[in-house]
């Protein structure tokens, strides 16, 4: 499969900072990335989305950056809360609905 | 959104037996997959689960170990055929919801661990 991988394997932050996790894909001819969360036990939960024709994209207290150049995807998170403690994991699409997941991020946010 | 159900959420297994992991959603969807995730890291897509013919496997994966049907619109099953320890994982069921790509919806999960 294409390779998808993510820069930091642990992040910890404190309660009210900003998170950063960044993702590397190696496939330019992915068009879809998305963001998922996974909490201990559960299934990823999508958390946003972006398009290759965008270089951001803003959700609520999250943003994606896109940067083709370099084939860099980042999710940032504003005002880290500890129910923000979880998994991220970031997916590139290349064809049809198959998706192939990064190594994931464990993100703990310290109270 | 769509609500994934699997059976079962986690079994102990001995090695040399098979299990069949079950997966109900709310609705009826085109799109169901299979994804293994090993402990500690990311998903890996197994198999498409298409509705009245046969799955198609990603490279890695066959039909002998990991065979699934998908007799309707709403259930599928994965059966892990001859399990060994290296078999342990969680395995997710997922669908596309009504959105179309990209609106990927997951099971809780079923964590099997082969002794």
Redesign the interface.
């Known amino acids: 499969?294409e390779s998808v991988g993510l820069h930091l394997p642990t992040l910890s932050v404190q309660e009210g900072d900003n998170s950063i996790i960044n993702c590397a894909y190696s496939n330019s001819a992915s068009d879809?990335f998305?963001w998922y969360k996974q909490e201990s036990?559960?299934?990823?939960?999508?958390i946003i989305?972006i398009r290759s024709n965008m270089d951001k994209r803003q959700g609520q207290r999250v943003t994606v950056l896109l940067n083709k150049t370099v084939k860099h995807l980042s999710l940032q998170i504003a005002a880290t809360q500890p129910g923000d403690s979880a998994v991220y994991?970031c997916?590139e699409?290349i064809a049809?609905?198959?998706?192939?997941?990064?190594?994931?991020t464990s993100l703990t946010v310290i109270p | 959104s769509a609500v994934i159900s699997q059976k079962p959420s986690r079994d102990i297994c001995q090695r040399g037996t098979s299990l069949t992991i079950q997966c109900q959603v709310d609705s009826q969807v085109t799109m169901m997959f299979w994804y293994r995730q090993q402990p500690g890291q990311s998903l890996t897509l197994i198999a498409t689960a298409n509705q009245g013919s046969e799955a198609t496997y990603e490279s890695g994966f066959v039909i002998d170990k990991f065979p699934i049907s998908r007799p309707n619109l709403t259930f599928s099953t994965l059966t892990v055929s001859n399990m060994s320890p290296e078999d342990s994982s969680i395995y997710l069921c997922s669908v596309v919801g009504p959105g179309g790509v990209g609106e990927l919806f997951f099971g809780e999960g079923s964590r099997l661990t082969v002794l």
């Open positions: 499969g879809y998305i036990g559960k299934g990823p939960q999508f989305d994991f997916a699409n049809g609905n198959q998706f192939y997941f990064g190594t994931g």
